[in-house]
């Protein structure tokens, strides 16, 4: 499969496949019916779909488990408790089932939307759940991140990378781990660096610029990517697959950094100094998570209007990293 001999098969999608089965088999028969109609015609028909070879599903499969997970929970316990099924579900029963757990029961939206969709159940409404809290690193803390990871050695080159890239252009590790080598570009006369996240390419300035060059002519498990070297820019230990984003949170999580407060503050500082569509286009965000997130840290941005169609980072726009990766801690 991996020299192209075979149809490209998505072994998240396999995987899922038989995940589903798995959490299917024990089902009441009242509770799996709506589950798999839900799961199959729903998750595994969309994710099929958007599936390809440069494109793998780990992303879309992470999410679809998280929701028919919670809808599992909540059928299971509706028909246990009041003998009632999708169908006859009742907007008192969600109600109270929202109310009395962890926030985590909210994934339980996307089945009832599709519920509503198929005819199942016209009557239960979920509105969209705001998250009442919300970590961010103080700047301090994210530049001393930012030195530890660009000139210290309390990890190796991999995640060192991996690190900054989230620190520095609130990239989320899923997606980091997912990059291919040919997101980095190199000029050939002023041997700038530039990496693309979204629609075009951004800069890469020093010293990240030579700890990204350096790892891209050292990078590991190149002897598992035959023929040639692989595509990734952090290979994995199998070939012809990246390194698992599961190993890359782990280990940036053993050092103690918090990622999500690392994500959220590299999104601040951006947010700070340029509007929310130009950063959407360079990190790879859509317009309303941009604007969504500066409403939340309460940026002046939030109330930026932008009258294009399709809005671009022209040359007059510097990038924040240009400025705070080479700032001293005070």
């Not at 899922?16 to 799996?32: G, M, S, T």
């Amino acid at each position: 499969m991996h020299h192209g001999l075979l149809p490209h098969q998505d072994p998240y999608l396999i995987r899922f496949e038989a995940w589903i089965d798995d959490k299917l088999r024990p089902l009441p028969a009242e509770v799996a019916k709506p589950v798999e109609h839900f799961a199959k015609w729903h998750h595994l028909r969309r994710i099929r779909a958007m599936a390809t070879p440069d494109k793998p599903a780990q992303r879309p499969v992470h999410s679809a488990k998280q929701e028919i997970t919670e809808t599992i929970k909540f059928l299971d316990w509706l028909w246990q408790t009041h003998q009632r099924t999708a169908a006859s579900c009742a907007q008192q029963d969600v109600d109270t089932w929202l109310t009395t757990g962890p926030t985590t029961r909210k994934a339980i939206r996307t089945f009832f939307i599709f519920a509503k969709k198929t005819g199942t159940n016209m009557r239960v409404e979920i509105g969209h759940y705001t998250a009442k809290s919300r970590p961010a690193l103080p700047q301090e803390q994210r530049l001393a991140w930012l030195k530890e990871l660009l000139t210290g050695t309390s990890e190796s080159g991999p995640y060192r990378v991996a690190g900054v890239l989230l620190l520095l252009y609130a990239q989320p590790l899923v997606r980091v781990a997912a990059l291919r080598i040919d997101a980095v570009s190199i000029n050939d006369t002023t041997g700038a660096i530039r990496i693309s996240f979204g629609t075009h390419p951004v800069p890469v300035p020093q010293p990240f610029a030579e700890l990204l060059n350096q790892y891209l002519r050292n990078r590991p498990n190149l002897r598992t990517a035959s023929p040639g070297d692989s595509q990734w820019l952090f290979p994995g230990t199998r070939a012809g697959q990246h390194l698992h984003p599961n190993t890359i949170m782990d280990r940036l999580r053993s050092l103690g950094l918090d990622l999500l407060g690392a994500r959220n503050a590299a999104l601040d500082e951006h947010l700070s100094v340029t509007p929310p569509p130009l950063v959407a286009d360079a990190l790879g965000y859509s317009y309303q998570v941009a604007f969504l997130h500066a409403d939340a840290a309460g940026d002046a941005w939030s109330r930026y209007v932008d009258q294009r169609t399709e809005p671009r980072m022209n040359r007059g726009t510097r990038f924040s990293t240009e400025a705070e990766i080479g700032r001293e801690e005070p």
